[in-house]
């Protein structure tokens, strides 16, 4: 019995037209860069708000964590920081919920990221030691470009373009 590995990355299928199909299908997702769930969640949440950007109907926390698979008491605080960093905006009441604060193409990676979970972009690297300063030298460089990228990528990145990948609920 073998395993199929099911990726997004049609790049990455590719190999896998090799392997025997199988009765169990896992579903893998790479990623070179640990982040926090929190960031996690925060992108496909903002991705999920996105998705209705500029419609008068704003999404309910019920329905976000739902389409997201992400638990409500968890999100909630996400939400809050979200607000409080700017990136949404939010109603109270019957007609109340969330809504992105500015256009998906507007909101960065980066930004998320900094609201979130602002320790992932701070230097935490030691120039102790000989080889210390290099060591750290070459780790500011990674962080630069991590930087770039984050910056690079927006909201809007996060939104499925093919037909394929969208899931409907």
């Known amino acids: 019995m073998g395993i199929a590995l099911i990726y997004r990355d049609a790049d990455l299928l590719?190999?896998?037209s090799l392997l025997p199909c199988a009765a169990?299908?896992?579903f893998v997702t790479w990623c070179p860069v640990k982040i926090s769930l929190k960031v996690e969640y925060a992108c496909r949440v903002l991705g999920q708000l996105a998705r209705s950007h500029g419609r008068a109907r704003l999404a309910h926390i019920e329905a976000l964590a739902k389409a997201e698979?992400?638990?409500a008491n968890y999100l909630v605080q996400i939400l809050n920081e979200l607000r409080n960093g700017g990136l949404i905006v939010s109603r109270r009441g019957k007609q109340g919920g969330y809504a992105l604060a500015r256009a998906a193409a507007e909101?960065?990676?980066?930004?998320i990221v900094r609201v979130v979970d602002a320790e992932m972009l701070e230097p935490?690297?030691?120039t102790a030691g000989q080889s210390g300063a290099r060591v750290a030298s070459v780790w500011r460089d990674v962080g630069?470009?991590?930087e770039v990228a984050l910056k690079a990528r927006t909201v809007d990145t996060l939104l499925s373009r093919d037909a394929a990948?969208?899931?409907h609920i």
């Open 14 to 16: 590719r190999p896998l």
């Open 24 to 26: 169990l299908v896992v």
């Open 144 to 146: 630069s470009a991590l």
């Open 69 to 71: 698979a992400v638990p």
């Open 165 to 167: 990948e969208m899931w």
């Open 124 to 126: 935490t690297i030691s």
């Open 107 to 111: 909101i960065s990676l980066y930004d």
